[in-house]
T-cell receptor, first 115, second 112 residues
Framework: DTGVSQNPRHKITKRGQNVTFRCDPI?????LYWYRQTLGQGPEFLTY????????KSRLLSDRFSAERPKGSFSTLEIQRTEQGDSAMYLC?????????????FGPGTRLTVL | GQQVMQIPQYQHVQEGEDFTTYCNSS?????IQWYKQRPGGHPVFLIQ?????EVKKQKRLTFQFGEAKKNSSLHITATQTTDVGTYFC????????????FGTGTRLTIIP
């Protein structure tokens, strides 16, 4: 499978715990994006990477959230001290990123439930 | 901040009827994309529009970008059960901007 993959697909955690999600983009894609989607809403931009550099972060991304993309390949999104309001689908997307905007490919998402 | 609204929020149509969803941005867009998300699935790219007044067709789907580049529409002719899902528009406000702002989505259900 040469698409975007995300792990785990589902995560249930207790409030206050830390969680980490992983995204493996399509191999030649240098742009990687994280989104959050709650029920009945469209995806909301969280942050994006160009290769290993994190170039933009949304104001939605509080200090409890951190993302990395070491070596410009896979990316991780960590949420510290989870809150019930963090419950959502976390989507990763990637694109080639040369010569203007092109198609973004989304992964299947990680569904987080905070109890 | 930029807001992208879509109407209607929900649409139920008989199979074979046409369907249209409208997308409106609070700011001028450099380009707009459309995505389809099946129930339980992830967004899948459909198309990108860049030019003012642009119209693109994909089989039964017709996409339009407004002259002022602040609105767009997706029209499906003769809907089929495979068209079920939520359709999102997503706008980019400035050339070179990496932030894609998604609309609120229109959920389409088909009555067989």
């Amino acid at each position: 499978d040469t698409g975007v993959s995300q792990n785990p697909r589902h995560k249930i955690t207790k409030r206050g715990q830390n969680v980490t999600f992983r995204c493996d983009p399509i191999s030649e894609h240098n742009r990687l994006y994280w989104y959050r989607q709650t029920l009945g809403q469209g995806p909301e931009f969280l942050t994006y990477f160009q290769n290993e550099a994190q170039l933009e972060k949304s104001r939605l991304l509080s200090d409890r959230f951190s993302a990395e993309r070491p070596k410009g390949s896979f990316s991780t999104l960590e949420i510290q001290r989870t809150e019930q309001g963090d419950s959502a689908m976390y989507l990763c997307a990637s694109r080639v990123g040369t010569g203007g905007w092109d198609e973004q490919f989304f992964g299947p998402g990680t569904r987080l439930t905070v109890l | 901040g930029q807001q992208v609204m879509q109407i209607p929020q929900y649409q139920h149509v008989q199979e074979g009827e046409d369907f249209t969803t409208y997308c409106n941005s609070s700011t001028t867009l450099s380009n707009i994309q459309w995505y389809k998300q099946r129930p339980g699935g992830h967004p899948v790219f459909l198309i990108q529009l860049v030019k003012s007044g642009e119209v693109k067709k994909q089989k039964r789907l017709t996409f339009q970008f407004g002259e002022a580049k602040k609105n767009s529409s997706l029209h499906i002719t003769a809907t089929q059960t495979t068209d079920v899902g939520t359709y999102f528009c997503a706008g980019i406000s400035n050339f070179g901007n990496e932030k894609l702002t998604f609309g609120t989505g229109t959920r389409l259900t088909i009555i067989p």
